[in-house]
């Protein structure tokens, strides 16, 4: 399944084969991620402010967020690029993309793809203003 010119899977840092266990660990830190991501987020918006602020996403901009988590970088970005802006949150386990669904429902500017970012791209990929990942 191709999505966003992301390909499925989880593909360790370098490597062109996805790997399952992978997967795994990566689902198990969304878990944990999950469980506290209210304090992580708290822990985490000083950093996440100074990637935006050093982006300086205008009003209109597609920007699309690597690595979205629970969505606190997309909501704040969706405030920034504004109602004719579009922010598409990417990321790689599901449980925290449903949180950010919950975050951003009433944000018509926002989208959300599962999928990893590490994956090789297709050629098929929509251009976007930005790339942005606050890990
Ligand atoms: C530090 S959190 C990001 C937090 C988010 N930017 C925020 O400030 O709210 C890192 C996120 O990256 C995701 N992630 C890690 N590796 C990924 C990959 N290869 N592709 C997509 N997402 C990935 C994790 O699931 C996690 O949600």
Known sequence: MELF???S???PLGMAEPDPSFCQAKALAAQAWAEVCELVDL???PLGLR???ALAPKSGELI???GCG???TVVQLADLVGPDGRVIGVDIAALLLNLALSRA???AQVSFVEGDAQAPRSDRRQP???EISCH
Do not use: I, N, P, R
Request: negative net charge; hydrophobic residues 45%; glycine residues 12%.
């Open 128 to 130: 976007a203003s930005a």
């Open 105 to 107: 429902v009433s944000l």
């Open 5 to 7: 010119g992301l390909t």
């Open 43 to 45: 822990q985490l918006s």
């Open 51 to 53: 990637a935006m602020e």
């Open 64 to 66: 699309v967020d690597l």
């Open 9 to 11: 899977g989880c593909y």
């Open 70 to 72: 629970a969505g606190q």
